[in-house]
């Protein structure tokens, strides 16, 4: 089995994986999947949930039923299980190993879901569980999150990558004379 994504197996759009796994969860929670209630919840317009659907039933990830809702195919469902395992993965580890508010780390998440191989969420599991074994002394995640409080954050608030570097006024200077030379 390959590592990656299937959405990169298949050449598909972040954008689908939204879609797909909105269906998914929609049809779990409601039993069914309306057009407005995939704009809700991927927060696109209508218009654009009608567009992809048509786009993800022509890719045979979407059919739809006698009431015109959208059903996934079982390679669409596939492809749903496969985002939401790697968006639950990574949510776990920022909320319960890193200590991210709830809301970041599902913001977070959202963004991590689409790139993270298969190996590396599965590594990213491990590590997980090994943070929060109870059967330590101190979880790992409990110092963690102790250090974090006593440390804070060492990135800076600005983009600026000289300061991310920690890089000296004379040592910028060095590198935009460098920067400036090669021009």
């Known amino acids: 089995m390959s590592t990656e994504p299937l959405r990169q197996r298949h050449g598909l759009a972040v954008s689908t994986e939204h879609y797909l ?3 998914l969860e ?3 929670e409601r039993g069914y999947a309306r057009v407005v209630d995939i704009a809700t919840r991927v927060g696109v317009t209508k218009g654009s949930v009608s567009i992809a659907l048509g786009q993800l039933q022509e890719k045979g990830l979407v059919r739809f039923d006698q009431a015109h809702f959208p059903v996934l195919t079982a390679a669409g469902k596939r492809v749903a299980q ?3 395992g790697r968006y639950r993965i990574v949510l776990s580890f920022l909320t319960d190993v890193l200590g991210l508010p709830a809301e970041r780390a599902a913001a977070e998440a959202c963004r991590w879901e689409h790139v993270i191989s ?7 599991r491990d590590l997980h569980r090994l943070a ?3 059967g330590e002394e101190q ?11 006593r440390e804070g954050s060492k990135l800076p608030a600005a983009g600026n990558p000289a ?7 004379r040592e910028q200077a060095e590198n935009q004379e460098a ?3 090669e021009k």
């Open 132 to 134: 929060t074994d109870e």
């Open 21 to 23: 796994r909105a269906i």
């Open 118 to 124: 298969h190996d590396a969420a599965d590594r990213l």
């Open 82 to 84: 496969d985002v939401r």
């Open 139 to 149: 979880p790992l995640a409990d110092r963690l999150q102790a250090l974090h409080r």
């Open 179 to 181: 920067d400036d030379a």
């Open 163 to 169: 300061d991310i570097l920690h890089l000296t006024p």
């Open 26 to 28: 929609l049809r779990e």
